[in-house]
């Protein structure tokens, strides 16, 4: 609520940005700890359903954010948009000092604060040299191989260090180590999407922010109703079975979304982005059930690190590689002179810069959807491994 608020007062962008990475690092260290409470105080027979109400969460914000961000923006102003968080996080404390308790046999185990240090200079250098490569080529460059560079060391000093930051060997079960592929795409699924879709419907159709926020809107409360049923199901069926339909269900969604044009009706918009989060929603509980049951009860907790780490981490480089990959396809078409950021606004005028535009866009959520298309693989080995395990259950119990 603190860095929220710091958000919203702030005065110039790079307070502003300085808030964010603080609201980012506080969330990143909820989101582990949430998944290590559910596999505690839920049965293994109820930790999909529950997993299916903590997912609405995960999803639910970046799907209705935009829709509320959009209103708010259009009414106020932008400093708005952070308000509404505050009162979720004042209750989020209420919760948390009258239910949560510490629990004193817990051993205390040292914080790496040199793989810390290692894994953020990484990312940031890596993901900053990524985002430059379209302008200045060689400081991108410089800042892919210097980012590569610190992220070898980090997981260098996590193979020979007894309390490692992030616990690597939890990736020699095969399951898990799937589970955490699939984490990766579906955490560059739902925050680049999240990014492109705003974009698109104000670029192409170019609707109002407000239109833009409501457009989305229908999805939200799309993942309201099938979060429960998703958890329900993933306490009685085979995550891959669940993790098969999200995958090809998605890559159809973005497909259906590649063919957007200037004409694309709203209600053809909204159907298309609630399509897309109902299989992402479809996907959440499977995902965390499949790769945590895959894991002895011990490595729980870094487990549930590794797993909520894959996913931003799947996030923070699909939001780049999109948006680059966005900004190349327009680029390519309308030349350098263009301010492609007026078209992500809305601003393209003419019939050349619109169709420029349209086609970037649709090249974009093809490649979207081709990466889900090829996670199905991922999702079908871990059929084949969960597959094998039943047998070699079955033969030890004959």
């Known amino acids: 609520g603190g860095f929220t608020q710091l958000a919203a007062a702030s ?32 049965d293994d027979s109820e930790r999909g359903k529950a997993l299916g109400l903590y997912g609405m969460g995960v999803v639910l914000a970046p799907a209705l954010g935009p829709a509320v961000g959009g209103v708010l923006i259009d009414w106020f102003s932008w400093r708005a948009v952070y308000l509404p968080g505050i009162p979720f996080g004042l209750l989020a404390l ?26 953020s200079a990484g990312l940031a250098t890596l993901l900053a040299g990524l985002a430059e490569l379209a302008e200045t080529r060689t400081w991108a460059l410089a800042g892919i191989f210097s980012g590569g560079l610190l992220l070898a ?58 239109a833009t926020g409501l ?29 098969l339909v999200g995958c090809t269900g998605f890559a159809l969604g973005m497909i259906g979304l590649a063919a957007s044009d200037p004409t694309t009706a709203f209600a053809t918009l909204a159907l298309w982005i609630a399509f897309g989060r ?7 509980p499977a995902l965390n059930i499949g790769g945590l049951r895959a894991l002895p009860e011990a490595l729980t907790p870094q487990g549930s690190g590794v797993i909520n780490f894959a996913r931003q981490l799947g996030g923070a480089f699909g939001v780049n590689l999109f948006a680059l990959l966005l900004e190349w396809r327009v680029g390519m078409r309308v030349g350098t002179e263009v ?40 999702a079908a080995w871990m059929g084949i491994l969960h597959g094998k395990l039943r047998e070699s259950s079955a033969g030890l119990r004959r």
């Open 94 to 119: 209420v919760g948390a000092r009258r239910y949560l308790h510490n629990d004193r046999r817990a051993s205390r185990i040292a914080f790496d604060w040199i793989g810390f240090a290692l894994l």
């Open 278 to 284: 109902i299989m992402l929603g479809v996907m959440m």
């Open 339 to 378: 301010d492609l950021q007026r078209l992500y606004n809305g601003s393209a005028v003419d019939a050349t810069a619109l169709s420029a535009l349209t086609s970037g866009f649709r090249e974009t959520f093809i490649v979207l959807g081709a990466l889900f298309a090829v996670s199905i693989v991922f």
């Open 11 to 42: 005065p110039n962008t790079s307070v502003m940005i300085g808030a964010r990475i603080l609201q980012g690092a506080t969330a990143g260290m909820i989101q582990p700890l949430a998944l290590v409470l559910i596999f505690q105080v839920f």
């Open 153 to 210: 060391l980090f997981i260098r000093r996590c193979a020979r260090i007894a309390t490692p930051l992030i616990e690597l060997s939890v990736l020699a079960h095969p399951r898990f180590a799937l589970a955490s592929a699939l984490s990766m795409v579906y955490g560059a699924g739902l925050y680049g999407s999240t990014y492109l879709v705003p974009l698109l419907a104000q670029g192409v159709p170019q609707f109002s922010a407000t």
């Open 215 to 243: 457009v989305m809107m229908p999805a939200g409360l799309a993942l309201v109703v099938v979060f429960p049923v998703a958890g329900r199901l993933a306490d009685r069926m085979p995550a891959h079975r669940l993790l």
